[in-house]
């Protein structure tokens, strides 16, 4: 028994050597703009984006550093369920809450 618990005092020794790094600052081209390939820019990007809104042109973080106010606004709308419109797939909420995440940390 006592080598058991020896066993298992070294194992989560290991395991927490082995944790991951805290996890760092949410990132546009990480978190946000897959999610936006995927459920919204069928509709926002080409000759004529719904609503004037391309997220195509959105590449980059410093892209969405500019484009901030439209992101964040973006986000309130998938929130109350306003986009994407009604009968198209929604993402899920674990990409909500990433998208959230990186408004809140502000870029
Ligand atoms: C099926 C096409 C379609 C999809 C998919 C779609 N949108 Fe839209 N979106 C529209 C249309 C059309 C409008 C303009 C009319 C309206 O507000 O309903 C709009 C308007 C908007 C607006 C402006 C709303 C306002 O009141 O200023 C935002 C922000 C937006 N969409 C974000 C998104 C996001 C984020 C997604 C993906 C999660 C998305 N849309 C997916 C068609 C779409």
Redesign the pocket.
């Known amino acids: 028994m006592k080598h058991v618990s020896i066993a298992l005092l070294a194992l989560t020794a290991v395991a927490f050597a082995f944790a991951p790094p805290k996890v760092g600052k949410p990132s546009f081209t990480k978190d946000v703009k897959p ?2 390939d995927k ?2 820019i ?3 990007s080409g000759a004529k984006p ?2 004037g ?1 391309d ?1 195509s042109k959105i590449k980059t973080d410093a892209d969405a550093k500019k484009s901030f106010k ?1 992101l964040r ?3 309130s ?2 929130q109350e369920g ?4 009604r009968g ?1 797939t ?2 899920s909420a674990a990409q909500v809450k990433a998208f959230a995440a990186w408004v809140k940390a502000g870029q």
């Open positions: 999610t936006l459920f919204c069928c509709c926002h719904a609503d809104i997220f439209v606004k973006s986000l709308e998938v306003a986009m994407p419109p198209m929604k993402p």
